[in-house]
């Protein structure tokens, strides 16, 4: 399913943190929305959840306004995992995978087959197998990142959207969460990312925001360039191509009077 912005702003109070933002994402692409801190990042991702209604313009799901879909019905087409979701209630792992079968499930009914298999598929795609009886509170953060996309894939949604997904997470673990991410090659994905490293590695195409707007759109060595790294994250580095069609940021420094576009 494509999930389209047409013009999206959204506004807090008199302030727009989303500025007349046009953005798609296909079936099959990894979408990494990246830039600098309060950008508007989050903002955006939530906007094309459905969770930020946006103040103008339409975000459109396989060309359906999304703010037309019932809440099951946006459930069952997005799933949505924010940054550092916490809950104080006594749950098991399995508990919190089990979150993503709502959309699925009659209110009235207990887990059916299909829930069980879709918890335990998604437990065992993130690493977790053994993990369905643990208590959420006994979790690492690395672990708890891990079940909430346990619980996002157990949500059988056509499209994915991640808030900084690679939180907590070692390095390892932010490879292979992130290959991971890219295997899921029937879903629609968008990653919000601040390692830009990951995101040139694993992202098939970047957005990058900037007050609010969409600075570039592109695949990873389009839009990663010297220039505007320096431009929007005021920071000089190198970009090395190594010639395998891997992108290699070799950082140098900051700008010490940083252009502050859009800031
Ligand atoms: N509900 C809100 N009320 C007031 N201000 C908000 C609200 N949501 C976001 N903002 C402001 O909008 C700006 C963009 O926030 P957002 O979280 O979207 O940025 P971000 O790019 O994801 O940032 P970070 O990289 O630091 O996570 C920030 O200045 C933030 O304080």
């Known amino acids: 399913m494509t999930l389209t912005a047409h013009d999206v702003s959204w506004k807090v109070r008199s302030r727009t943190i989303v500025d007349r933002v046009t953005l ?41 306004p999304l703010a037309g879909l019932g809440d099951t019905e946006r459930a069952r087409s997005i799933a949505f995992v924010g940054q550092n979701p916490t809950t104080e209630t006594d749950l098991t792992v399995a508990d919190v995978v089990a ?12 887990l059916s087959d299909d829930d069980r298999s879709a918890i335990s598929a998604g437990l065992d795609r993130v690493g977790l197998p053994g993990f369905a009886d643990r208590r959420w509170q ?17 949500q059988e949604a056509p499209v994915m959207l991640l808030d900084e997904p690679t939180n907590h997470l070692d390095i390892r673990s932010q490879l292979q969460l992130m290959r991971l991410i890219g295997e899921s090659s029937e879903k629609t994905t968008a990653v919000v990312l601040h390692d830009l490293q990951l995101a040139a590695t694993f992202c098939t195409r970047l957005a990058v ?33 190594d010639g395998s069609g891997l992108l ?9 009077q940083p252009p502050g576009r859009g800031r």
């Open 24 to 64: 798609s994402v296909d079936p099959g692409e990894v979408l990494g929305i990246v830039g600098p801190n309060g950008s508007g990042k989050t903002s955006l991702l939530r906007c094309l959840a459905g969770i930020h209604r946006a103040h103008t313009g339409t975000v459109t799901l396989a060309g359906q």
């Open 99 to 110: 979150l993503g079968r709502i959309p699925h499930r009659s209110r009235w009914n207990g």
């Open 138 to 154: 006994t979790l690492s953060g690395g672990e708890r990142q891990r079940t909430q996309l346990a619980r996002a894939f157990a």
């Open 209 to 241: 925001v900037d007050g609010g707007r969409i600075a570039a759109d592109g695949p990873p060595e389009a839009v990663l360039t010297a220039e505007l790294l320096t431009d929007v994250f005021g920071i000089t580095a190198d970009v090395v191509h």
């Open 248 to 256: 290699m940021l070799r950082y140098r420094g900051v700008v010490e």
